[in-house]
Each structure stands twice: as C-alpha cells, then as structure tokens.
C-alpha cells in the first residue's frame, strides 16, 4: 500500500497550486479521499474530502471557493488532486493525502486507514 503526495513547492501570495496524491497496493477505486495539512506548531486539520466515486465533495470553511479537488480512478492506480488557488501564507502547510474505507466524505482523520507522506506548502506574502 502505497500513498505518495507532490507537487509542493513555494509560491507567492495570489498564486496556485496543484497537489497530486497517487494511491495504489489497494482497491482504492472504492476509498473516500481525504487531504490534510498541518503547520508549523498546530494540529493536523482537513481540507478537502471526495467520496470513491468523485460525485460528493466536502471542504473545510477556510477554502471553500479556493480549493478543489478530484480523483480519476485507474484501474489499479487512483489518483486525486488538489487545486489550490489564491494562495496566502495562512496556506503554509505539509499537506497529506488520507484514504478511508468508508467510501464517502469524511472530516475526520480517525475515519481515514492510509496516510501517505506529506509535500510542503510554502506561500510567501
């Protein structure tokens, strides 16, 4: 079981952003997906979620109308992004990608079974 994130980087405030999250090793065609970040001396906290098959989306209050994400889903491989727009530095962060069995949106990352590392966010103002 394998999840791998990218596409970090640093930016500048007002600039985008495209997160990938590649998933294999299971059938996580069937998996809700879930991201998370976590900043320097805070608490992890979710961001975006999309149920297994893409139809429902659920995001966190501070980046609704920024953020959004999907998922294709290969056959042996699944992969959901995470599109990140009008970036400011409240949005520094190692982001990670979570998988949950549930199949539909989740908040919470007790609901998630897989966890892949995480790419760093960094946004300068």
């Known amino acids: 079981v394998q999840l791998q994130a990218s596409g970090g980087g640093l930016v500048q405030a007002g600039d985008s952003l495209t997160l990938s999250c590649t998933a294999s090793?299971?059938?996580?065609?069937?998996?809700?997906m879930g991201w998370f970040r976590q900043a320097p001396g805070k608490e992890r906290e979710f961001v975006a979620a999309?149920?297994?098959?893409?139809?429902?989306?659920?995001?966190e209050e501070f980046v609704k109308g920024r953020f959004t994400i999907s998922r294709d889903n290969a056959e042996n491989t699944v992969t959901v992004y995470l599109q990140m727009n009008s970036l400011n530095s409240e949005d520094t962060a190692v982001y990670c990608c979570?998988?949950?069995?549930?199949?539909?949106?989740?908040?919470?990352?007790?609901?998630?079974?897989?966890w892949g590392q995480g790419t760093q966010v960094t946004v300068s103002s």
């Open positions: 979570a998988a949950s069995v549930w199949g539909s949106t989740r908040r919470s990352p007790l609901e998630y079974d897989y």
């Open positions: 090793g299971r059938t996580f065609s069937s998996y809700a």
């Open positions: 999309i149920s297994w098959s893409g139809g429902d989306t659920l995001y």
